[in-house]
DNA sequence: TTGTATCACGAACGAGTGTTCTAGTCAAAT
DNA sequence: ATTTGACTAGAACACTCGTTCGTGATACAA
């Protein structure tokens, strides 16, 4: 179905509002916008692209009105993730990071296709090799799920007490003590008694970006 | 600020609904929601929830509240991509991709923090191991910008004419042929002259996800 | 011409909706 | 006991806003 001058400029118009205002506009804003006097024809047209599938309406209810989804953009969660970076981690020369800090400028929009159902989401920027052999490079984000606990095979972020570190390895609970297994021949496990081992969370994607 | 149960209802409310139809819901539909007769018991509220900067309102506006960013949750652009899974890509045994079909249900949420300005984003499921020591695992996600050129070292998708097949490689330009080098030892280069090569697109970003 | 479909205009109706006013409850402070 | 502040209730008002109706212009087909 083709659109009419007037109809692609209400269309443009509902979105760009919506983007602004995160409501949609009522009949009269629109008329208004568009240089439509009368609120009919607003309706007469909005109706057009419902037909169309731009957009839908709900009866009888103030800026009832919803984008549809369309391809290329989605409304989908309507919120996304905002998933904070909180440091580098290692894989090597472990470094603190402190998953408490919510005041970093740096965050990741994700959408929950990638974060899924997690609870509580960070981001760490890798630092180090030692993960490479589990094809996690230097510069990958890794995503993380906050939880104290693991099962074993899990890639985590942990905290060794004893060292004050945080390193990026492979989780297996072996009797009551922790291997900290990394992903390069170069690197041995660590092992530690499991009370000096704190998880702080568990990898769930891993991201990429190239140039 | 310390919020009360029922104004911790009410921001909830605000947020599933906003969530559900895509606009935000009167005083009335809040009140009934939480159980509150009066509409100036909810105004009152609703004004505590904009001291406590969990909304905006617009005054005399129906509709008229906003969410505010909360860590966690971000309006980011309102709009993510939405971007196709067009299908599997090989790294040994090549397969067909068909980058102009849009029908295919699977698609991925990604905000644009991930895709960047690209213009048209699609990604492809990875098959095989071809490009394991670019730390680019089977079952992985490739995220491409569809363009027809590449620069020597990108990785792109590459679509050989012969033998009508696509497959993910770093691109080399040299001389008037193409030389497309798996990332791994096992596997030999591709060869082929440059007119018997085109580029499908360049990868972006790589995403794989953890159980 | 006549009929029909599409689109536009203006006006009015009535339900939707934010605002405001008065009054009341309750707990803590004075 | 009195006052103060925080919160709740109910009702009324006035503007907001979707809907509907009558009218008319234009284009195209019968």
Redesign the pocket.
Known sequence: MKL?D??QRMYDFIRDFFQENQY???????GEAV????????????N?LVEAGLIE?????????RLSETPGFSLGGLFSRSVPILGHIAAGQPITVFPDERDSADTLDLASDVVGRAQEVYALRVQGDSMIDALVDSGDLVILNYQKTANNGDMVAAWLTDREETTLKYFFLEGNQVRLQPANANYDPIIVPADKVEVQGKVIAIIRQLG
Do not use: F
Not at 24 to 30: F, N, S
């Open positions: 009419s007037r109809q949609p506009p009522t009949i009269r804003e629109i240089d439509i006097s009368s609120t009919s024809v607003v309706n007469y047209n909005l057009k309406r709900n009866k009888e209810v103030s800026r009832g009105i």
